[in-house]
């Protein structure tokens, strides 16, 4: 009898460069650098280790340590768990493949515009005026769309092709390549920014601004919140993506040993990213005399309004500085994109059965249509929505609902157990009490405050009615998708997570 197995990584780096690659994101660029610096520079150091050890390291060996265990995507582990467990292993990755993912192509698709606008920095002096007038042109609310915008539109047109083309050439010869290739560039091009700031005035102040430690900070509970969501969106946890990366790992991998790796790698990148940005924007607050602390943002207003001026006011080389920095951002984003596709897909063929080529080119093009919602006028205004949502009130729960799950009804015992058993560096006493206790609570405290703020002022200043059709009813609609897609009946059969072509099945033969 022939069987043909489920695909595997073609070496242990290659799946640690993936988990890597979805771990560093935009996230890191945009948002990192902003929090920490926000929340007291250096001193933020100490509540975001804390928040790695406590609910980020613990997370991720549950993910990888269950899709290792039962080598399967999150809803096919949790139906193997107890069946009515399906619907909550759907969820994260139909919010995340049908929220996220749809407005982060969008962003890389920016990516590519702002790529070809480096040529001749055609953002000019006034970079917010461009940003939102003339390239994004944003309406005056979300109900307001405007009409589509070509340029953002081909840009993601052309991302969703270059995932759909990563994705289609399965585990070795697409995901594993991508990030053999675009992680150790990533940290060049970095590298190479850094270097390059290093020779120029101003760029020591940027770093010293960014890393000053202001201890004082550290009684205020907001930093400690911040701490925790930074760490647990940064990453990639309650979104399914570990459980399928860590699914084609052969039986019983190094799971403790990887997710510390994981992890450490994230963070070191997170720290060295904030340099780099405040480094450039210290150059620009010496170049134009208004100090960094006036300018600085975080998110879309760092990467496409504030950064685009401060390369503008580089004494030499804008231009090439600006093709490294929009290529970073991009080769950071499309790493993370291609796990998220990969969450959905891994998933899909799991229950369906069907070809990696038919699930991967479906899903994009039904993502392709989703995604044009936010290349309209009114795109900023339902990204930020629905990134709220889904990020303060749609992944805390499922985070939530997953740890119950595992620690309380798996048994964190047993799941110990099976991650010590391929791992050098082993788990005990502590790690099950934080999953079992400390996780749990600090994603109810996390719930809980984005709830109370809400109540307090509607986020963002948005309508209720916006907040409720747009973001609350983001969520419903994933929930109810998972709910359907959860009750089809699961085709069985051999898997095929292979591209039709692909080469790496292995076939065992008895
Ligand atoms: N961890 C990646 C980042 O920080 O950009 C990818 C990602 C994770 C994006 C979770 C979005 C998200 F909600």
Redesign the pocket.
């Known amino acids: 009898m022939s069987e043909k197995v489920r695909s595997t990584w073609n070496t242990r780096a290659g799946f640690l460069l993936a988990a890597i690659g979805?771990?560093?994101?935009?996230?890191?660029i945009w948002?990192f650098p902003y929090i920490a610096y926000k929340n007291g520079g250096g001193a933020f150091l100490i509540p975001y280790a804390v928040a790695v050890l406590v609910v980020g390291i613990p997370l991720l060996i549950l993910e990888q340590g269950i899709g290792n265990l039962y080598r399967a995507s999150q809803p096919m582990a949790f139906a193997k768990i107890r069946k009515k467990f399906e619907v909550f292993g759907w969820w994260p990755v139909v919010m995340?493949m049908f929220g996220?993912m749809l407005f982060?192509t969008v962003v890389l698709g920016w990516c590519i515009n702002y790529l070809v606008f480096s040529i001749d920095l055609s953002w000019g002096a006034d970079t917010e005026a461009f940003f939102h007038n003339s390239f994004l042109g944003i309406t005056s609310g979300p109900f307001d769309f405007g009409g589509l915008h070509y340029g953002v539109l081909l840009g993601t047109f052309l991302v969703w092709v270059l995932v759909w083309f990563i994705s289609t050439r399965g585990v070795r010869r697409g995901l594993e390549l991508a990030n053999k290739i675009a992680i150790p560039l990533l940290v060049v091009l970095m590298v190479i920014m850094m270097v390059w700031n290093l020779f120029l005035d101003g760029s020591g102040a940027g770093i010293a601004t960014f890393l000053r430690p202001d201890a004082s900070r550290l009684t205020d509970p907001a930093v400690w919140t911040d701490a925790f969501s930074q760490v647990f969106?940064?990453?990639?946890v309650a979104?399914g993506i570990m459980y399928a990366y860590a699914s084609y790992l052969g039986p019983r991998a190094a799971i403790v040993n990887n997710s510390w790796i994981t992890a450490a790698a994230n963070s070191s990148f997170s720290i060295f990213a904030g340099m780099v940005v405040f480094a450039t924007l210290g150059t620009m607050a010496h170049a134009t005399g208004v100090p960094i602390t006036e300018v600085v943002k975080g998110g879309p207003g760092l990467a496409f309004v504030i950064y685009p001026k401060a390369i503008s006011l580089l004494p030499f080389g804008s231009r090439i500085f600006a093709v490294l920095f929009f290529l970073s951002l991009l080769l950071?984003?499309i790493t993370?994109a291609i796990?998220?596709l990969e969450s959905f897909v891994c998933s899909a063929i799991d229950k369906f059965k069907a070809s990696r080529m038919k699930v991967v080119t479906l899903t994009c093009v039904v993502g392709f249509f989703g995604s044009m919602i936010f290349t309209t006028g009114a795109g900023l205004y339902w990204l930020d929505i629905v990134d709220y949502f889904?990020?303060n009130f749609g992944?805390l729960t499922v985070g939530l609902i997953e740890a119950v799950i595992i620690a309380w009804i798996f048994g964190v015992e047993k799941l110990g157990k099976s991650v010590n058993a391929g791992s050098s560096w082993k788990v005990g006493r502590v790690w099950r009490y934080l999953l079992k206790y400390a996780t749990p609570m600090v994603l109810v405290v996390l719930l809980v405050i984005a709830v109370v703020d809400n109540f307090k002022k509607p986020y963002g200043g948005y309508s209720w009615t916006a907040l409720t059709i747009i973001g609350v009813g983001w969520i419903v609609m994933t929930i109810l998708l998972s709910i359907f897609i959860s009750k089809r009946r699961r085709v069985e059969g051999e898997e095929d997570h292979m591209a039709q072509l692909g080469d790496e099945g292995v076939t065992i033969n008895d």
């Open positions: 979805s771990a560093i994101g935009l996230g890191n948002r995340v996220i982060y969106f940064s990453l990639s979104l950071a984003g993370s796990s998220i889904i990020m992944l």
